[in-house]
């Protein structure tokens, strides 16, 4: 963890915590979470929100068809600017 933490703790945004979809979540799984910039500035992004009709993630059934939008919504995060009128459809904002 020290070794991930010296080498993103600076970072804009964090991309895909794991199954995580909520800052609550990721603190209680590991304080350590809070000492990313990206967590204090609230720029952390998961693709484990957006769930099927039986729980499964979308993403993991999707996103292989459809990297299309996977790469807009890395455009729209990234660089908001670019893409004024799309929102995203798999990754969501921990809220």
């Known amino acids: ?30 304080n350590v979470y809070t000492q990313f910039d990206a967590f204090t500035n609230k720029n952390v992004y998961s693709f484990s929100s957006l769930k099927g009709e039986t729980g ?20 729209k995060i990234l660089h908001p600017e670019l893409l004024p009128e799309y929102e995203l459809y798999f990754f969501r904002a921990l809220e």
């Not at 199954?19 to 209680?28: G, I």
């Not at 499964?56 to 455009?75: H, Q, T």
């Open 1 to 30: 963890m020290e070794t991930v933490l010296e080498k993103a703790q600076n970072a804009k945004y964090w991309i895909g915590p794991g199954q995580f979809t909520t800052y609550k979540e990721l603190e209680d799984a590991n």
């Open 56 to 75: 499964g993630v979308i993403y993991y059934e999707l996103a292989p068809n459809r990297p299309d939008l996977v790469l807009k919504d890395l455009v």
